[in-house]
């Protein structure tokens, strides 16, 4: 929400309703959070239909996804369609991150791969031998390999997991953004495009992929757009492509001073060759619709096997697979197995009372 488009400032915010007594609060928030659900609720059924009838509606291509229904599901049922997912824990200490990724790729002829990798910042560089300079490693160590870098090597591993030969002639199925801004970004200090975008390009290159992304924030109008379709139904737009949505909404070439020279030019080829091979959608199955990619040549046929796949769990309206994977990751490389794992050896090793963070001690 931009509340500066409505003219709303953070002056305005302190104007909000207050209390200065627990009484009074729980005696009248009741009400009030009733009469603001109602509102919302009421206001978006109209906002739907305005949708229907708005030119944006009415400029999109709506189709149907159950035309291709049957086909999609003989996909799904004979294991064609694998859905892939994964997982990380960190555990941060004063000398760099410890990180414990976790990829499933599954289908529902129960053939599934779990890859696993442990990172340790202690294993990356060596250790200076003047204390001074030990101590400027440590200040640095956490920049070095940071929260961005780890997802992007999950996101990495995910894509990669997807390549596999045993899936080569199956369509695949990712969770998030088919080619995520980790990956496009060149990962500063450690200078990884040109390995990250060889990956992208193998991925576009397979012309069988597809993914959805649980939130809608990067696409928000075509999300909006979608919530007026009926159960069953997609759509999508000409210019609707990663690229066009890189170039055009994300400005994401727009200031090449930002980049260093070779890898300005090399996301500029990846997003003019490649990008615009993917394109973006939105589907509805139950009360809401979700964005997906998919590679041009598969687009229909992806909406339908994300439709059908969803029926498994049709209230939620989100392909089992993709929870499949995401559940078994989570019981194979549980965070919270790993987090005690660490603290374990800590506290074998005298560390933990220097190590664990304050709130991992609290008693509750």
């Known amino acids: 929400m931009i509340l500066a488009d409505d003219g709303m400032s953070f002056t305005d915010l302190l104007k909000q309703k207050q209390w200065d007594s627990y009484e009074d609060y729980s005696g009248e928030i009741s009400a009030m959070v009733s009469d603001d659900v109602q509102k919302s609720m009421k206001e978006d059924i109209v906002m739907m239909e305005q949708i229907k009838d708005s030119k944006e509606f009415k400029a999109c291509e709506v189709r149907d996804a159950w035309e291709r229904k049957d086909e999609a599901e003989d996909l799904l049922l004979d294991g064609k369609v694998i859905g892939i997912d994964g997982t990380i824990s960190k555990y941060k200490f004063a000398s760099g991150y410890r990180c414990q990724v976790g990829v499933v790729a599954v289908n529902y002829q129960q053939d599934t791969i779990k890859r696993s990798f442990y990172i340790s910042a202690a294993t990356l560089k060596s250790e200076p031998t ?3 300079d030990k101590m400027e490693r440590r200040l640095s160590a956490n ?3 940071a929260d961005f870098h780890l997802r992007a090597l999950m996101m990495y591993r995910e894509r990669e997991a997807g390549l596999d030969p045993k ?5 695949v199925m990712y969770h998030g953004q088919l080619l995520p801004f980790e990956l496009r970004s060149g990962l500063g200090r450690l200078r990884g495009l040109e390995t990250t975008l060889d990956l992208l390009k193998r991925i576009v290159s397979s012309r069988r992929v597809m993914s959805v992304v649980s939130s809608h924030w990067s696409h928000q109008e075509l999300w909006t757009l979608g919530t007026a379709l009926k159960p069953g139904q997609y759509l999508t737009y000409a210019e609707s492509t990663v690229k066009n949505h890189l170039l055009n909404k994300q400005k994401f070439l727009d200031e090449p001073d930002k980049w260093r020279k070779d890898e300005y030019e ?3 080829d990846f997003v003019n060759e490649y990008a615009g091979d993917i394109k973006i959608g939105a589907v509805k199955v139950a009360h809401r ?9 598969i687009f229909d046929l992806a909406a339908a096997i994300i439709a059908r796949d969803s029926l498994f769990q049709k209230q939620k309206g989100f392909p089992l697979l993709i929870d499949y994977a995401d559940n078994l990751a989570t019981e ?3 965070n919270s197995n790993y987090n005690n794992m660490i603290e374990w050896e800590l506290a074998k090793n005298g560390g933990y009372l220097r190590e664990a963070g304050e709130r991992r001690m609290r008693v509750k």
């Open 130 to 132: 003047d204390v001074r």
């Open 332 to 334: 194979y490389f549980s």
């Open 266 to 268: 090399l996301a500029k």
């Open 167 to 171: 899936f080569g002639d199956c369509y």
């Open 143 to 145: 920049e070095d390999l």
């Open 289 to 297: 619709p979700y964005i997906f990619y998919a590679h041009k040549d």
